[in-house]
């Protein structure tokens, strides 16, 4: 369901805004929030790109106005990154290279991800050659990860990918494997390092989108290359995982 008019889908949770690839504000915004999740932010230029070419669309993760503690969480979340303190607007003129009427309205984002056509990925992994959506990127502000807010944002992403123009049949999404996101060296880079509690129980998120009905087709072994904080080049495994959208 839509909730207002800058929200291309919503739940009682969440709200998702296209990110503007043409806006200096939206780009240094997803620089930074990229940066505060420790991960690939060297690539927000690269998204750029292929967004405005129409091969992927990101949003922005909104919390919904009926979100049950939402003032408190938008201020946490703000406390933690003052950075972020200034509202964006509204202001994508097309999403998937269609038209869209910007509202112009002011929000907060507290997270984003994105939706992603890979046709040749695909075909290598044995997925459908039409109905396959990935799901890419998915970040929520790391003082506020709780209360069912990246939950809900799956939700509403998914109901987004069935809709014109993607009709996807497939949800698809790679993460890194369990194995490495439970390791010693991991929890350090992700969180001692970077002054984060580690979580106790610790999930990784191939559990986590495992409870969400997703199952891991495939497996890349040399999925990721990475250098890690301490100047280490190594490569990241990554799961494929995917659900069928009813």
Known sequence: MRSNPMSLYAN?????????ARSNEHTTRMFEQRVACGWRSDEVVEWREKQLEGGKVLYWVVLA??????EKLLSDHLTTYPMEATPLRDTAADVWLMPRAPSGQAFWPIGHLALEKQAEDDADMGLAKEGSVWIKHLYIS????????GKASMQAVEALAKLE????????L??????????DEWKRFFFTDMGRPIPEPFKTTEEWYGRMGYEVFYIDPVGFPWRNPDGVHSYIP??????ALA
Do not use: N, Y
Not at 65 to 70: E, I, N
Not at 142 to 149: F, K
Not at 165 to 172: R, Y
């Open 174 to 183: 790679d993460t890194a494997q369990k194995e490495t996101q439970s390791s």
């Open 238 to 243: 990554l799961v494929m995982m995917k659900k």
């Open 65 to 70: 106005d009926a979100m049950p503690g939402r």
């Open 12 to 20: 009682s949770k969440v709200s998702l805004v296209p990110w503007d």
């Open 165 to 172: 123009p993607l009709f996807g049949t497939t949800i698809v």
């Open 142 to 149: 790391w003082a506020i990860q709780a209360g069912g807010i």
